[in-house]
Antibody, heavy 120, light 111 residues
Framework: QITLKESGPTLVKPTQTLTLTCTFS??????????VGWIRQPPGKALEWLAL???????RYSPSLKSRLTITKDTSKNQVVLTMTNMDPVDTATYYC????????????WGQGTLVTVSS | QSALTQPASVSGSPGQSITISCTGT?????????VSWYQQHPGKAPKLMIY???KRPSGVSNRFSGSKSGNTASLTISGLQAEDEADYYC???????????FGGGTKLTVL
């Protein structure tokens, strides 16, 4: 059974750096064909893909946010960490992590999400 | 502005069928048969309903089906049920540079 859970601060100040952790179970990020991605959703708005890391440490980023994002993995801890620099109120959103199946090119299992508010 | 265009809302009565469109470009939907569809109930995480354009994950009702024509993908829900009322999002692979793009979402109302 695959499960994922996001954790991190619920409130960050403008210009600060956000660090979110995705802790998962039911799969290993050392297994070929596996990835973990991050997707966010501002309140009342659409989903937006942010970043993805593969089992082989290949990393992909949204072109519009690439300069602000870093994704890393700790295979031994079953964790993926996303950092986003220079946070702004427009970055207020629910942040989801999701299991990615490389073969089917799909985010098939999602965490419950964590709401991050950016405000001074 | 989302990369993929979906109607803001659709509605239907119980038992009817509805179709939600997802229009992209030749760089995403048109180039790859890698569109997925997600159902999202209020306050919940998205749930995968369709992947690779028309495949259903285990456990998803066969009332849900997907298709594609040119730069437009579609999700059809037949035999509408009250529990289908939710937001639906399409997502497409867009190549190694852009990678993944989502639609703006469609609110389905079951009348």
């Amino acid at each position: 059974q695959i499960t994922l859970k996001e954790s991190g601060p619920t409130l960050v100040k403008p210009t600060q750096t956000l660090t979110l952790t995705c802790t998962f179970s039911g799969f290993s990020l050392s297994t070929s064909g596996v990835g973990v991605g991050w997707i966010r959703q501002p309140p009342g708005k659409a989903l937006e893909w942010l970043a993805l890391i593969y089992w082989d440490d290949d990393k992909r980023y949204s072109p519009s946010l690439k300069s602000r994002l870093t994704i890393t993995k700790d295979t031994s801890k079953n964790q993926v960490v996303l950092t986003m620099t220079n946070m702004d109120p427009v970055d207020t959103a629910t942040y989801y992590c999701a299991h990615h199946d490389y073969g089917d090119y799909v985010f098939d299992y999602w965490g419950q999400g964590t709401l991050v508010t950016v405000s001074s | 502005q989302s990369a993929l265009t979906q109607p803001a809302s659709v509605s239907g009565s119980p038992g009817q069928s509805i179709t939600i469109s997802c229009t992209g470009t030749s760089s995403d939907v048109g180039s790859y048969n890698l569109v997925s569809w997600y159902q999202q109930h209020p306050g919940k995480a998205p749930k995968l309903m369709i992947y690779e354009g028309s495949k259903r994950p285990s456990g998803v009702s066969n009332r849900f089906s997907g298709s594609k024509s040119g730069n437009t993908a579609s999700l059809t829900i037949s035999g509408l049920q009250a529990e289908d009322e939710a937001d639906y999002y399409c997502c497409s692979y867009a190549g190694s540079s852009t990678t993944w793009v989502f639609g703006g979402g469609t609110k389905l109302t079951v009348l």
